[in-house]
């Protein structure tokens, strides 16, 4: 079994605690993209990445000076969103490490996939950009079924804990006999159902810790998370996609 998770926006440079183990699994690819986005005019970062001057100033600085292979962080820790905030990956233990690096794979529109010990540099490049002047209109199209068929050689069943963005680069592309279980963390309200982005965000996070804690194998045994008042709704689940409802 193996869960996926998207990545995050806001990276951080930190080799202090952990050193990275290994390099990307996509690193030819990812040195393609890198030669095409130093190409790029201010202006033309600004519209792919779709940031303020500030973010852009910031990022094509880091383009210019970028080492795909020192001064790597762990892709575990340099990621800094909600999801990971919950997930607290500084403060697992040794055998949810272990477990974490076994079983965890981050979906990224620059590095393709990664394992949590592989060295990544910070970057901004999200799965659903449209570069202009690429040999590719879209990342889905350039990153394929690449990323299915490696989760495919590695597993015959994957949780999916990834936003819909970086979820549909994998899903189209796995074959049958890949079992895929989305979880959902769902809000009710006046009698409606529906996942809110913040807290569904900080849910996948706490969601990747109980695996990591309870060494979870198969993904009936997530049916007992119950944190941030999300509790397992047999009633609104099917056999691949479990639900967590909230305010019930």
Request: hydrophobic share 40%.
């Amino acid at each position: 079994m193996r869960m996926i998770i998207s990545p995050a926006k806001k990276m951080r440079v930190d080799s202090d605690v952990f050193h990275a183990s290994r390099l990307p699994q996509f690193l030819d690819r990812t040195e393609e993209l890198l030669a095409y986005l130093r190409t790029l005019s201010f202006d033309a970062c600004k519209a792919l990445w779709r940031s303020n001057d500030a973010l852009t100033a910031l990022n094509r600085d880091r383009l210019a000076g970028m080492d795909l292979r020192g001064a790597l962080t762990p892709a575990l820790y340099a990621y800094e969103g909600l999801q990971y905030r919950y997930m607290a990956p500084a403060v697992f233990t040794g055998s949810e490490l272990a477990y974490i690096a076994d079983h965890l794979r981050i979906l990224s529109g620059f590095y393709g996939l990664l394992r949590p010990f592989d060295g990544v540099q910070p970057y901004r490049l999200e799965m659903q950009a449209r570069p202009v002047g690429f040999r590719c209109g879209i990342l889905y199209e350039f990153w394929g079924g690449s990323l299915a068929e490696a989760l495919a050689a590695e597993t015959d069943c994957i949780v999916n804990l990834a936003s819909r963005e970086y979820s549909k680069a994998v899903q189209p592309h796995l074959p049958d006999r890949v079992r895929w279980v989305d979880c959902l963390f769902m809000e009710e309200t006046d009698g409606k159902r529906k996942e809110k982005g913040t807290l569904a965000k900080m849910a996948r996070g706490a969601m990747v810790r109980h695996m990591a804690e309870h060494a979870v194998e198969t993904p009936e045994e997530l049916t007992s998370f119950a944190r941030f008042g999300f509790t397992y709704c047999a009633e609104a689940s099917e056999k691949n996609k479990l639900v967590f409802l909230k305010g019930a």
